[in-house]
């Protein structure tokens, strides 16, 4: 099992910047492949925000928040955070960490993920 926790989610405004924490834990996170973040408005789906594979580094983002938003890991701190900036009102969502295991894929969708945080709130205001 890997358990996650989010950190880091709050009220901001327009503009602002925000860095998420997700720290994970459990006997299997050593076999962890990848992390992602993907968050969910009222009313709408889960979507991807941005994954990275740990062999290699590869980073993947959604073409809304590229140029903005950067993920980046910690393996000593078994840590995956989320730089979040130039903020938009439309980025308001609560935002889940989740970790995969299975050796292969980009990690673009919900279903690719085994494991998920129980989600922090991000709040933009105008």
């Known amino acids: 099992q890997v358990q996650l926790v989010e950190s880091g989610g709050g009220l901001v405004q327009a503009g602002g910047s925000l860095r998420l924490s997700c720290a994970a834990s459990?006997?299997?996170?050593?076999?962890?492949?990848?992390m992602g973040w993907f968050r969910q408005a009222p009313g709408k789906e889960r979507e991807f925000v941005a994954t990275?594979?740990?062999?290699?580094?590869?980073?993947y983002y959604a073409d809304s928040v590229k140029g903005r938003f950067t993920i980046s890991g910690d393996n000593a701190k078994n840590t995956v955070y989320l730089l979040m900036n130039s903020l938009k009102v439309e980025d308001t969502a609560v935002y889940y960490c989740?970790?995969?295991?299975?050796?292969?894929?980009?990690?673009?969708?919900?279903?690719?993920?085994?494991?998920w945080g129980q989600g922090t709130q991000v709040t933009v205001s105008s």
């Open positions: 459990g006997r299997a996170f050593s076999s962890t492949y990848a």
């Open positions: 990275i594979i740990w062999s290699g580094g590869s980073t």
């Open positions: 989740a970790a995969d295991r299975r050796p292969y894929g980009m990690k673009l969708r919900t279903y690719d993920y085994d494991y």
